[in-house]
Structures are given as C-alpha cells and as structure tokens.
C-alpha cells in the first residue's frame, strides 16, 4: 500500500466560479458548501458513476461513505466514480466502535475500506454512531485510537471525525476533548436540537459536517408555514439548504443526493446563496415562532418514550404530529404513516399511558396520537 503523508498531499480541487467553500474546523481545508453523502446511492451503477463524477467536476471535494450502509454496498457504489478523480477529494471513510474493538479490529476496517474505494489514504476518517458512554472503549490500551494514531504516523489517515446522534451535551464533551477534527450531526429547520453543539464547535475550530439536510426527505414538500417563517420564496430543498449554510458555525451542507437532478439543484442552491448576505437570525427566529405553537410540548426525538407494548415508534408518531402541526407538512406526515406496516400505525395505540410518564417535556403522547387517528393523515 502506497503511504501518503500530510506533508506531500495535493491541495483539494476549489473551482471557485461555480461552488463556494468554507473552512473545515482549524485543519486548514477549505471544503465544499455542499458535500455529498453517498448513503442514498441507488443501486445503479452507471447512474452512480455519473453522479459522482458530476459532483466532482461541479467543485465537490468532500464526499461521506459508510461501508455498512446500503446492505454493506454503499462504498462499493461509490468507487467506480472515484477512479481516477481522487486527488483533491475528501472521501471520509467510518468505523463502529463497540467495547471489543481493538486496534487490529479498527486498523483492518480502514484498510478494507480503502481497498473498496481504491484510495491510498483517508483524509478523513471517522469514529461512527459514536457516544459520550463509547469514550472509554476508543481511548482505551490496544484500542481504536492507537489504531487511528498510528495510521496517522504513516499517512494512511489524516484527520480523525466522529459522526453521532449522543445528546448534544455530551456531543459537546466529546469536542472539546481536542480528539476531533470534525463532528458529523443532523441539522435542518425542523431539527435544531445541535445549533449549541454547532457553536461550540465554531469556538473551538472544529468542523461541521451538517447531515440531513432535507430531514431524509421531509424538507421535500411544499409547505407555506416555513416560507413564511424564513420570508424566502423558494421550494422547501432550497431553502432548507440555505438554511444550514447559513450558519456561520456549518462547514459544509451533507446531502444525500441519488438523482442528477437533485445534484444540479444542489448544486445551484449552494453556488448562489451567500451567506455573508443572509440573516441567520432573522431564520431562526421565524422557525421559533413556528415552535412556540408547541409552547414546551415540542418533542426533542430523545426516545426517552420507547418501549411501547404495542411496540409502536412513538417518536416516529411525534415527529409526523410535529410537521404537521408546526411545520405545515402535512403531505410529508401522511405519506410517512402511510408508509408504515399496518400492525405500526397509530390505530394500533391502545392510549394506556405507558410512554406518557416517560417523556420529561411533559407530552400529551395519547391526545397527539388520538389526533393522528382521527386526521387519518
Ligand atoms: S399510549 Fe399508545 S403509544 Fe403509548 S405506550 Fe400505550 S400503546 Fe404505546
Ligand atoms: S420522550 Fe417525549 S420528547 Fe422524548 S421522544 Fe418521546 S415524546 Fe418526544
């Protein structure tokens, strides 16, 4: 395997007349505004290579693999777009951890990746699903990290990440450990729960890999309650992508893109918004007034509720009710109940109270629940 060192890496390709880019965290990469998260390729090979080689030539140069995503094949659908289009390209590579994880564990699935993605190196590569709890297991002797330190001496990988859905106090701990270079977290209109993780970051010059930017779909549809409330006239995946890069803490928007349409029109958004020009709190403020419809019964997606006897997701419940009712999403909501298995539904709720007592922001679960049976959303 040929070692690559920091010291001898080519720059990252930068086409600044048609993407703009931002700095990630203190590593000194100036990365794409939008990156691409390869979790939702299709299984279509051509199309595939299409995709990535367009991103690419669009300016991309930060793109998120998982080896475990899509039934194990994620990586090996991306691969044939990279060849020969590696250089300049971020493609971060991710690995679990669990209590067993040991250095020869982790060092082997970094070379198994690179060996799917033909790269030499990772520039970036990242400790996945990882929590505030899963520390002990990365630090410990003969563990992952002396597993990631090492290929770091001899350039197999340059910058260390971790991507996580921890509480976002504890996301924060694990940032200001100094371990990270980066930290991958969910965020879009309707999910703010990581803006304190986003600015602490920022403080401390670590990048944002912003995920789910279109909520895995929801910020899809039409819904006027949001234009109103972030006075922008465009359709919900425009402005929920100005949205992110409108944060000053973000370094890049990660989408999951499979259509190359979606990629164009991804790729315009990010190329025209200026965020120097945006006013970021004025957005955040029309989302509040959205939210304090809710007054305190806004579900946090903790899942403090789980374990339902019916077991039903109740969170997933919540999250319709929520886009719904605060967000205008109502197509959004009814396609994602209708998408349930019928033993799922809310019908199936027996409103024995169960989860209500669990939930520490004091949700009327059954009269949410009631409502999405009686809306048949
Ligand atoms: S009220 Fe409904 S959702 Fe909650 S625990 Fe009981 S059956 Fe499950
Ligand atoms: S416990 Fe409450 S806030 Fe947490 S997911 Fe359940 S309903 Fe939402």
């Given at each position: 395997m040929t070692i690559v060192t920091p010291a001898n890496v080519e720059p990252l390709i930068r086409k600044d007349d048609i993407m703009r880019y931002r700095p990630l965290g203190r590593t000194g990469l100036m990365v794409s505004a939008l990156s691409f998260g390869c979790m939702r390729l299709a299984d279509d090979p051509p199309l595939n290579e299409r995709l990535i080689a367009t991103a690419i030539e669009r300016g991309i140069n930060y793109f998120e693999t998982t080896r475990g995503y899509l039934g194990g094949t994620c990586q090996h659908r991306v691969a044939p777009g990279l060849k020969k289009r590696t250089r300049g390209v971020i493609v971060s590579g991710k690995g679990a951890l669990s209590p067993d994880t040991t250095a020869y564990a982790f060092r082997h699935e970094i070379e198994t990746q690179l060996d799917i993605l033909g790269l030499t190196h990772f520039k970036f590569y990242q400790v996945?699903?990882?929590?505030?709890?899963?520390?002990?297991?990365?630090?410990?002797?003969?563990?992952?990290?002396?597993?990631?330190?090492?290929?770091?001496?001899?350039?197999l990988v340059h910058h260390i990440g971790f991507t996580g859905h921890d509480q976002p106090e504890n996301v924060i701990r694990l940032i200001e450990t100094g371990l990270f270079d980066s930290v991958t977290v969910p965020y879009n209109m309707v999910n703010r729960a990581y803006e304190p993780v986003i600015r602490r970051a920022a403080e401390i010059g670590v990048g944002v890999v912003a995920m789910c930017p279109v909520a895995g779909g929801m910020l899809t549809h039409a819904s006027e309650p949001l234009r109103e409330a972030l006075g922008l006239d465009l359709p919900t995946p425009a402005m929920s992508l100005q949205f992110v890069l409108a944060n000053p803490g973000v370094s890049t928007a990660c989408s999951g893109m499979n259509t190359l349409e979606m990629l164009e029109e991804n790729v315009r958004t990010a190329r025209e918004f200026d965020p120097e020009k945006a006013d970021f709190s004025r957005m955040c403020a029309g989302l509040d007034r959205l939210r304090e419809r809710l007054g305190t019964q806004f579900c946090t997606t903790c899942n403090y509720c789980a374990g339902c006897p019916q077991k039903l997701s109740i969170?997933?419940?919540?999250?319709?009710?929520?886009?719904?009712?605060?967000?205008g999403l109502t197509d959004w909501a009814r396609k994602a109940l209708a998408d349930l298995p019928p033993e799922k539904r809310p019908e199936r709720c027996t409103l024995c109270g169960a989860c209500e007592t669990k939930c520490p922001n004091g949700i009327e679960i059954r009269r949410r629940i009631r409502e999405l049976q009686e809306m048949n959303l």
């Open positions: 996945g699903w990882f929590r505030w709890s899963n520390l002990p297991h990365l630090l410990k002797r003969g563990g992952a990290l002396d597993a990631l330190r090492r290929a770091q001496d001899e350039g969170v997933h419940f919540m999250i319709a009710w929520q886009a719904a009712r605060a967000f």
